[in-house]
Nanobody
């Protein structure tokens, strides 16, 4: 079992920055990758960024160059630094863990809301 708790969402003006955090606990050794998803009502959930156990990262085209995913193993925390935010980045952001060798995100946090005003 893996538990995920997000924090750090909020309201920011377009062009601003925000960092969301995800503290993970439980069967940490079983985590192969961590990801950040976002969901807008009425739209499909989108994988925004991911980071593997080895530190390899991947980003959605829409956030490349603006968002950075990072992991602090000492704090059991994954961060998503979001810069140059746009109104279209407004969404609920969810932390997810790919655990147990299933090659799918099978643990989810409760989400944190990010609103970017124009």
């Amino acid at each position: 079992q893996v538990q995920l708790v997000e924090s750090g969402g909020g309201l920011v003006q377009a062009g601003g920055s925000l960092r969301v955090s995800c503290v993970y606990s439980g069967s940490i050794a079983s985590i192969d990758a961590m990801g950040w998803y976002r969901r807008v009502p009425g739209k499909q959930r989108q994988l925004v960024a991911s980071i593997t156990r080895g530190g390899s990262t991947n980003y959605a085209d829409s956030v490349k160059g603006r968002f950075t995913i990072a992991r602090d193993n000492a704090k059991n925390t994954v961060y998503l630094q979001m810069n140059s935010l746009k109104p279209e980045d407004t969404a609920d952001y969810y932390c997810a863990a790919d655990s147990g060798g299933l090659a799918e995100y099978n643990y989810w946090g409760q989400g944190t809301q990010v609103t970017v005003s124009s």
